[in-house]
């Protein structure tokens, strides 16, 4: 395992980040205490040290697990947790971003975790209701208080965070280090805006789902489309050229004797920037096959392959700006003479 640096930080953290959505069987899935354990220490013999809950994951027991887990060497983890989603379905004020929720959220969060800091607080999805203002001063405060040390922020436009982070500068306030989104083959999207945004402004991304809920390991392959769009958490995953992504990362897989999942999980990571796949297992032993991905890298043929198949559509003004006439206005004839090192 190898470690970046978080976006404008100092905090070095594994490039591969431990999900543990699935720590816990309160939601029917997932996987018992032991299990969760032998998939965490696979983790961390390998060299991992950034490990990703949230304050409502299985109802609270995620996160009391992985307090228990990492109680001995707390020091050595990077612990992050979310707050936004609601943890008290008939409570207007159970979730959001609020600064209400906000500190019990983090109150809970520490109990649970059975430590006096969090390492890294995501804002879990943004809300459209709470002031940037109150958001970002509450975070602040939470910092100044010692009991989170850097904030990051998932799920969220991305002129939303452009403008939060620009005010607390502006304010002298925290700024978030980190931003989380779903990236992967069959989910491109953040190219248009996010990860953009998150190169220009160095802020470390997670990628979660970056094998599409294991659409792109092959696992629904086998079954007729109605079967398996109720196996599937998105069926949006497995519409007609999700299919064809998830056949050529199987051929791809395939031809190097490798598994899908370590295909897909290697494209995130190639990715330019700093991306931190985020991945989860209910198994010991699809960690341990999710693992090896970090004992190979794909090759420009491979890698352009898959870019290829799974490209999108950047939209306006992005295909605008690009086409020749508008680069035939803007530059005249120069623009391929010019090294323009800020390009994305």
């Avoid at 018992?32 to 304050?55: L, M, R, Y």
């Avoid at 800091?117 to 459209?128: G, P, R, T, V």
Wanted: hydrophobic share 40%; aromatic share 8%; charged share 25%.
């Amino acid at each position: 395992m190898k470690y970046k640096l978080l976006g404008k930080s100092g905090l070095r953290v594994s490039e591969l980040a431990l999900g543990t959505m699935t720590f816990g069987e309160d939601w029917g899935f997932g996987a018992s205490k032991e299990e969760s354990e032998k998939i965490f220490n696979a983790f961390v013999e390998q060299g991992g040290n950034f490990i990703d809950t949230a304050v409502n994951y299985t109802n609270g027991t995620s996160e009391a697990f992985l307090g228990e887990f990492v109680k001995s060497k707390r020091e050595e983890f990077v612990i992050a947790t979310k707050y936004s989603l609601s943890t008290r379905p008939n409570d207007p004020n159970g979730g959001g971003n609020h600064r209400k929720n906000l500190v019990q959220s983090v109150e809970a969060s520490l109990k649970r975790l059975q430590t006096d800091y969090i390492d890294l607080l995501w804002l879990h999805a943004w809300d459209f209701t709470t002031p940037i203002e109150e958001v970002m001063r509450g975070l602040d405060d939470l910092v100044r208080s010692g009991k989170v040390l850097y904030i990051g922020i998932s799920d969220t436009p991305a002129w939303i965070v452009s403008q939060a982070n620009m005010l607390a500068q502006l304010r002298g306030w925290t700024s978030f280090i980190g931003l989380q989104v779903e990236y992967s083959l069959m989910q491109r999207a953040p190219e248009r805006d996010l990860l953009p945004m998150a190169r220009s402004l160095d802020i470390g991304v997670t990628a979660w789902a970056p094998m599409a809920g294991g659409a792109l390991t092959g696992k629904y392959r086998n079954e007729d489309t109605e079967t398996a769009k109720r196996l599937s958490p998105n069926s949006a995953r497995l519409k007609d050229k999700n299919v064809v992504i998830a056949d050529v990362v199987a051929e791809i897989a395939k031809e190097i004797d490798k598994s899908p999942s370590q295909i897909a999980l290697n494209w995130v990571r190639q990715q330019s920037g700093v991306i931190i796949p985020l991945i989860g297992a209910r198994k010991e032993s699809q960690m341990k096959e999710n693992l090896q991905c970090l004992d190979f890298t794909l090759d420009s043929e491979h890698l352009t392959r898959l870019n290829e198949v799974s490209k999108i559509e950047l939209g306006f003004p992005h295909d605008f700006l690009k086409s020749e006439p508008v680069l035939n206005a803007l530059y005249g004839k120069t623009y391929n003479k010019i090294d323009n090192h800020r390009k994305f």
